[in-house]
């Protein structure tokens, strides 16, 4: 008996060392995949936020570029030096009356509105010459005029502070006959770029976007009461029991004018609580004249890895669940094996015996099989009662709501002690079950076997578990009970929000896309309006000759009026379209076809004109559509732009661009094929991927084809697809078509 007691013991230690063997496993591997999945997301979010900080660097300096380009060819303008001549000419005589006569000055004001708070002519020495709309008191002027008289150029000038609001002044230094005459300068304001191009930025629930100068002292943030303030003398000042080293080392590399992404733990701004976060901070320099800004893109850190840890949590509870019913199967199974030996045993014994009783033997053995059979029975319903996923409750119908009996998963769920649970009543622990829900209840269920519902249990200290619940009625001769099976929803839940989530990243990537895209076509309207320009430039040349000569009657006068009304008419259709594609609203509406490659083409015309490109538009028959026509214009404007750039980079002798678009029953078909000599097969299969792009040499994002693929497939319900064609690349988008009978308010 010693003998075999101790193998029995071994064997169950052998079963205890596997299991706790293969639960340290799998608890090792699912935490080093966490680790693993933890540092390739930590490293995407710094790669997208460092390209947002980058991105928002390039746009403040492409505005102060264009404020300093226009400027100077204002102040070449053949009309404004001629009227400068003539106010220098005026006051020398001491008549004032010509400063009212600077109509380029006004003119360009009134394009620059939105940027610009006014525009300014002075002497050589500041006094005023000329103020639109408004006088200026010449803030800021003391360092940045004598920098333009020195350096004889363009100047970007110095951050100034005039009631409550910053500023900075673009100089332009204008020189007749080689001698400095004037200065014409425009004064900007901070707040007009912050709100513009700065406030957009989003980064997250907390996150946001901020500006610093290169002395650390921030110049725009969504807290109107830190601007201005030196960011590490007020941390330092506010919280001087935080170690702000992490901060103080990215701001040393800012000051330097590095770029990057930092990791470092401080306050949000908008917790009043006043509790230390760890952050992202992505920054980039956006160089302003001889000096530079940082622009700031902070990010919370538990944002990003929250769910992760959320995820591998209950990943690896699922599995020592797992390993634990295996560890129950296998003692079961011994057990089970154990009595089977026991069992034979005594079947011999009793054979042995029967001649002495027949009798009793077959009384006793009768006896003792219904008895193992009663405590199999027993047994194998506690087993399934307690050994299921799920917590299952025993509800007494007699005393409404009383809990009978519960399982262990129960106890564990709910963190109460069992007695306190069979203490209770269902109400106490429900969301929404009352004693009239159960009664209600109770009617449903004599109709139908078994009733579904969602609720919530509240667990011990605080805790809530969304459940979903299927009951049944238990009868038996002394009383009715109801066995109610909750199943835990919280992973169905999370999926749900994870679903919301990504809906909001893809409208992130589309807002990204066209952010993207804004440089292009910035170029390509300054194309359109350079020819404009110029003719407007000669046909006041033209009336200033004709004047000159005595040849301006009132029909040469007309004729050249109507020219320059074409010529701003223009001018102006170009803007309206570069609003449209870039109009924010997300409401649907039925739109032909025609009217968005149409108004596309026209962005792209000047860059295809450029490049020596012809574009072979064929539409066998215009159709209505349905879903937002700006967003279609971006699909259309990243393939077109896509086929541009492969026929300039692989400087194809055939330049060719065929649009064609068919109409077949319930579908439009749109094919776009380029000569830009294809792609290879390996970067076809992944073209429609997000950040995938074969041109990093030609600053490609690889965002264009994956928003379009998104665009397509999620908002018009359509598909797209590549392939190699003839001369090039062929993409093929397929839109569901409006019938006639569900055409909206046609």
């Given at each position: 008996?010693n003998?075999?007691h101790?193998?029995?013991?071994?064997?169950?230690?052998i079963?205890?060392?596997?299991?706790?063997?293969?639960?340290?496993?799998?608890?090792?591997?699912?935490?080093?995949?966490?680790?693993?999945?933890?540092d390739?997301?930590?490293?995407?979010?710094?790669?997208?936020?460092?390209?947002?900080?980058?991105?928002?660097?390039?746009?403040?300096?492409?505005?102060?570029?264009?404020?300093r380009?226009?400027?100077?060819?204002?102040?070449k303008?053949?009309?404004?030096?001629?009227?400068?001549?003539?106010?220098?000419?005026?006051?020398?005589?001491?008549?004032?009356?010509?400063?009212?006569?600077?109509?380029?000055?006004?003119?360009y004001?009134?394009?620059?509105?939105?940027?610009?708070?006014?525009?300014?002519?002075?002497?050589?020495?500041?006094?005023?010459?000329?103020?639109?709309?408004s006088?200026?008191?010449?803030?800021?002027?003391e360092?940045?005029?004598?920098?333009?008289?020195?350096?004889?150029?363009?100047?970007t000038?110095?951050?100034?502070?005039?009631?409550?609001?910053?500023?900075?002044?673009?100089?332009?230094?204008?020189?007749?006959?080689?001698?400095?005459?004037?200065?014409l300068?425009?004064?900007?304001?901070?707040?007009?770029?912050?709100?513009?191009?700065?406030?957009?930025?989003?980064?997250?629930?907390?996150?946001?976007?901020?500006?610093?100068?290169?002395?650390?002292?921030?110049?725009?943030?969504p807290?109107?009461?830190?601007?201005?303030?030196?960011?590490?003398?007020?941390?330092?000042?506010?919280?001087?029991?935080?170690?702000?080293?992490?901060?103080?080392?990215?701001?040393?590399?800012?000051?330097?004018?590095?770029?990057?992404?930092?990791?470092?733990?401080?306050?949000?701004?908008?917790?009043?609580?006043q509790?230390?976060?760890?952050?992202f901070?992505a920054?980039?320099?956006?160089?302003?004249?001889?000096?530079?800004?940082?622009?700031?893109?902070?990010?919370?850190?538990?944002e990003?890895?929250?769910?992760?840890?959320?995820?591998?949590?209950?990943?690896?509870i699922?599995?020592?669940?797992?390993?634990?019913?295996y560890?129950?199967?296998?003692?079961?199974?011994?057990?089970?094996?154990?009595d089977?030996a026991?069992?034979?045993?005594?079947?011999?014994?009793?054979?042995?015996?029967?001649?002495?009783?027949?009798?009793?033997?077959?009384?006793?053995?009768?006896?003792?099989i219904?008895?193992?059979?009663?405590?199999?029975?027993?047994?194998?319903?506690?087993?399934?009662?307690?050994?299921?996923?799920?917590?299952?409750?025993?509800?007494?119908?007699?005393d409404?709501?009383?809990?009978?009996?519960?399982?262990?998963?129960?106890?564990?769920?709910?963190?109460?002690?069992?007695?306190?649970?069979?203490?209770?009543?269902?109400?106490?622990?429900s969301?929404?079950?009352?004693e009239?829900?159960?009664?209600?209840l109770?009617?449903?269920?004599?109709?139908?076997?078994?009733?579904?519902?969602?609720?919530?249990?509240?667990?011990?200290?605080?805790?809530?578990?969304?459940v979903?619940?299927n009951?049944?009625?238990?009868?038996?001769?002394k009383?009715?009970q109801?066995v109610?099976?909750?199943?835990?929803?919280?992973?169905k839940?999370?999926y749900e929000?994870?679903?919301?989530?990504?809906?909001?990243?893809?409208?992130?990537?589309i807002?990204?896309s066209?952010l993207?895209?804004?440089?292009?076509?910035?170029?390509?309207?300054?194309?359109q309006?350079?020819?404009?320009?110029?003719?407007?430039?000669?046909?006041?040349?033209n009336?200033?000759?004709?004047?000159?000569?005595?040849?301006?009657?009132?029909?040469?006068?007309?004729?050249?009026?109507k020219?320059?009304?074409?010529?701003?008419?223009?001018m102006?259709?170009?803007?309206?379209?570069?609003?449209?594609?870039?109009?924010?609203?997300?409401d649907r509406?039925?739109?032909?076809?025609?009217?968005?490659?149409?108004?596309t083409?026209?962005?792209?015309?000047?860059?295809?004109?450029?490049?020596?490109?012809?574009?072979?538009y064929?539409?066998?028959?215009?159709?209505?559509?349905?879903?937002?026509?700006?967003?279609?214009?971006?699909?259309?404007?990243s393939?077109?732009?896509?086929?541009?750039?492969?026929?300039?980079?692989?400087?194809?002798?055939l330049?060719?661009?065929?649009?064609?678009?068919?109409?077949?029953?319930?579908?439009?078909?749109?094919?776009?094929?380029?000569?830009?000599g294809?792609?290879?097969?390996?970067?076809?299969?992944?073209?429609?991927?997000?950040?995938?792009?074969?041109?990093?040499?030609?600053?490609?994002?690889?965002?264009?084809?994956?928003?379009s693929?998104v665009?397509?497939?999620k908002?018009?319900?359509?598909?797209?697809?590549?392939?190699?064609?003839?001369?090039?690349?062929?993409?093929t988008?397929?839109l569901p078509?409006?019938?006639?009978?569900?055409m909206?308010?046609?």
């Open positions: 008996m003998i075999r101790h193998k029995i013991e071994l064997k169950s230690l079963i205890l060392v596997f299991s706790s063997v293969v639960m340290l496993i799998i608890v090792s591997a699912s935490y080093l995949n966490y680790k693993a999945i933890q390739n997301v930590v490293e995407i979010e710094q790669y997208q936020l460092l390209s947002q900080a980058q991105t928002l660097a390039k746009s403040i300096e492409n505005f102060f570029t264009n404020q380009h226009n400027l100077e060819i204002l102040a303008n053949r009309n404004f030096i001629n009227d400068l001549k003539a106010y220098s000419e005026v006051a020398e005589a001491g008549d004032d009356i010509y400063k009212t006569q600077f109509q380029n000055i006004v003119d004001y009134v394009i620059q509105s939105d940027n610009i708070e006014l525009i300014r002519i002075v002497d050589s020495e500041g006094a005023e010459i000329f103020s639109y709309p006088i200026d008191y010449g803030q800021g002027l360092v940045d005029l004598p920098h333009v008289k020195a350096v004889q150029s363009t100047v000038g110095d951050i100034y502070k005039e009631n409550g609001y910053l500023y900075v002044n673009v100089l332009e230094p204008v020189c007749i006959e080689d001698e400095l005459t004037a200065v300068y425009v004064k900007v304001k901070l707040d007009t770029i912050y709100y513009a191009m700065v406030a957009p930025v989003k980064a997250g629930d907390m996150g946001y976007a901020s500006v610093k100068d290169s002395d650390g002292v921030l110049i725009m943030h807290n109107r009461e830190d601007i201005g303030v030196d960011v590490i003398e007020a941390r330092v000042g506010a919280y001087p029991e935080f170690d702000w080293s992490e901060l103080l080392t990215l701001i040393e590399k800012q000051k330097r004018g590095e770029s990057g992404v930092g990791i470092y733990h401080s306050l949000w701004f908008t917790d009043n609580d509790k230390r976060v760890k952050k901070n920054f980039a320099p956006a160089f302003i004249g001889n000096d530079f800004w940082v622009i700031n893109i902070s990010k919370d850190y538990e990003v890895v929250t769910f992760l840890k959320q995820r591998t949590y209950a990943v690896m699922v599995n020592f669940f797992i390993v634990l019913l560890v129950t199967i296998l003692f079961y199974a011994y057990r089970r094996k154990k089977r026991l069992m034979e045993k005594e079947r011999m014994l009793l054979t042995q015996v029967k001649s002495l009783n027949e009798e009793l033997e077959e009384d006793i053995a009768k006896r003792i219904l008895e193992k059979e009663l405590i199999m029975s027993r047994n194998k319903f506690q087993n399934i009662f307690q050994s299921g996923s799920d917590c299952i409750f025993v509800i007494n119908t007699k409404p709501g009383k809990i009978d009996e519960v399982n262990d998963k129960v106890v564990k769920s709910l963190e109460f002690e069992k007695v306190e649970l069979l203490g209770k009543r269902y109400f106490d622990i969301s929404i079950v009352t009239k829900y159960l009664e209600k109770l009617e449903e269920l004599k109709r139908n076997q078994n009733v579904m519902f969602e609720d919530t249990l509240k667990a011990n200290h605080g805790k809530t578990i969304p979903e619940i009951v049944r009625i238990l009868e038996d001769e009383a009715e109801l109610m099976i909750s199943r835990d929803i919280s992973i839940k999370r929000s994870e679903m919301e989530e990504k809906k909001r990243w893809e409208a992130l990537m807002y990204q066209r993207a895209a804004m440089g292009e076509m910035i170029g390509s309207i300054a194309h309006w350079r020819q404009p320009l110029s003719g407007i430039s000669m046909i006041f040349n009336l200033e000759d004709a004047y000159h000569y005595n040849e301006l009657d009132e029909d040469y006068l007309k004729k050249q009026g020219r320059m009304q074409a010529l701003v008419k223009y102006s259709q170009t803007i309206d379209d570069f609003r449209f594609f870039f109009n924010p609203k997300n509406e039925d739109f032909l076809i025609s009217s968005v490659v149409d108004r083409l026209e962005f792209l015309n000047e860059s295809v004109r450029l490049n020596n490109i012809e574009i072979i064929e539409l066998e028959k215009d159709s209505l559509i349905y879903g937002r026509p700006n967003q279609l214009s971006q699909v259309l404007f393939i077109l732009k896509n086929a541009i750039d492969a026929i300039v980079i692989c400087e194809a002798d330049r060719k661009i065929w649009i064609k678009i068919l109409q077949n029953e319930d579908q439009l078909t749109i094919e776009i094929e380029d000569t830009g294809g792609t290879a097969h390996e970067h076809l299969i992944k073209i429609f991927d997000a950040y995938y792009t074969t041109k990093e040499a030609h600053n490609g994002t690889g965002l264009g084809l994956y928003i693929k665009i397509v497939e908002n018009f319900s359509g598909r797209i697809m590549a392939r190699n064609g003839q001369y090039g690349l062929c993409i988008m397929v078509l409006i019938h006639p009978e569900e909206r308010g046609v």
